[in-house]
C-alpha cells in the first residue's frame, strides 16, 4: 500500500514536470514567433522608409523630402499595424516630434542598451530586443529592432554645418525643439517599436 502511493506520488511528480517543461516549451515557441513576425514588420518599416526617403530626394531634393519622415513614415506605420495587429511605432533618445516619437521607459532601456552594444561590437543591422512585460493592463508583448542613420539621412539628421539653408530655416520654423540632428552615418538613429496585448 504504502509502496504504491510512493509510485503514485512519483508519477504525479513526473506528469507535473512534464507538463511545465511542455509549457515552458509552448511559451517560448510563442515568443518566437512573435519576434519573428515583429521583426518581418520592422524590417519592411525601415526597407519602406528608407526607400522612399532616397527616392524623394533624388527626385525633388531635402525641402520636399521631409514629407517622407513627417506623413510617409506614420502612414506605413499605421497600415503595418492594421495589417499585423501589433502597434508599431518609431521612437527614439533625441527626437524632433516629441508629439510622436519619444521613447517611453522601457524603450529608452533598450536604445541605450543598443548604444552599448554597438559600440562593444555588435553590428547595428542585428540589434533588436524583446520582452513579455506586466504594464498595469495586462502583458504585453514588447520588441524593438534599431533604426540606422544611413547616408540620405544626414540631409536632415546629420550635424547642423551640413544641412542646406533651406532644410536649416524649415526645422527652426517647424521643430522649435529639435533634438534630432547631429548623427554620424552608422549610429542608432532611433528603433521601430512593436507592442501587443496579450
Ligand atoms: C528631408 C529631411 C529628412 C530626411 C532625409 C530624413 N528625415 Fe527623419 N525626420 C524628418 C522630419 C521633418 C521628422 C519629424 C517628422 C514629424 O513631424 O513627425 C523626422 C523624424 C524622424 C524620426 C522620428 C523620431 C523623431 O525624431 O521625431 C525618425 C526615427 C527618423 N526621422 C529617422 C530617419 C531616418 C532613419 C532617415 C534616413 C533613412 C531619415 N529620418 C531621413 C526629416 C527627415
Not at 147 to 165: A, F, K, R, T, W
Not at 168 to 195: I, M
Request: some cysteine.
Amino acid at each position: 500500500m504504502k509502496m504504491r502511493s510512493v509510485r503514485r506520488t512519483a508519477a504525479v511528480t513526473v506528469l507535473a514536470a512534464l507538463i511545465a517543461v511542455s509549457g515552458r516549451v509552448a511559451a517560448e515557441d510563442d515568443l518566437r514567433h512573435m519576434v519573428d513576425d515583429a521583426r518581418k514588420a520592422a524590417v519592411q518599416i525601415l526597407t519602406q522608409i528608407r526607400g522612399e526617403v532616397t527616392k524623394e530626394l533624388e527626385r525633388s531634393g531635402p525641402l520636399r523630402a521631409m514629407v517622407v519622415c513627417k506623413y510617409s513614415a506614420p502612414e506605413i506605420t499605421s497600415t503595418i499595424s492594421r495589417q499585423t495587429g501589433m502597434r508599431v511605432t518609431r521612437v527614439a533618445l533625441r527626437v524632433r516630434n516629441r508629439a510622436l516619437g519619444e521613447a517611453d521607459p522601457w524603450e529608452q532601456q533598450a536604445l541605450l542598451d543598443f548604444e552599448k552594444r554597438l559600440a562593444k561590437g555588435e553590428t547595428i543591422d542585428t540589434l533588436e530586443a524583446s520582452e513579455i512585460v506586466n504594464e498595469p493592463a495586462g502583458r504585453v508583448f514588447r520588441y524593438v529592432k534599431a533604426i540606422p542613420m544611413g547616408q540620405p539621412c544626414m540631409n536632415c539628421h546629420g550635424p547642423v554645418s551640413g544641412l542646406s539653408e533651406a532644410v536649416k530655416a524649415q526645422l527652426v520654423n517647424e521643430y522649435p525643439f529639435d533634438r534630432a540632428v547631429d548623427f554620424q552615418v552608422g549610429q542608432v538613429r532611433g528603433a521601430v517599436s512593436v507592442k501587443k496585448s496579450l
